[in-house]
């Protein structure tokens, strides 16, 4: 199991899909909103997303896991 973690603080914009959704890599998950910006987060592998702890409008901190995938 892979884990993507937040790479800077923000807030959960708009999530793009859902737990057991198969994800290619590049496939955008999420979108996070900081500083007036959109930040995107892609799938960085391929897998099945298997835990989405985090929610639309949650703050999120350096290294906050956003989403646990399986192989």
Do not use: C, F, Q
């Not at 993507?4 to 996070?32: H, N, P, Q, Y």
């Not at 999120?60 to 995938?69: M, Y």
């Amino acid at each position: 199991m892979s884990e993507i973690t937040a790479e800077m603080a923000a807030s959960v914009w708009k999530i793009e899909k859902a737990v057991g959704d198969r994800v290619e890599v590049g496939d955008t998950i999420m979108i996070l909103e900081s500083m007036k910006m959109e930040i995107p987060v892609d799938a960085e592998e391929t897998g099945t997303i298997v835990e989405i702890p985090v929610a639309e409008g949650d703050s999120i901190g350096l290294d906050d896991i956003l989403v646990k995938l399986s192989d």
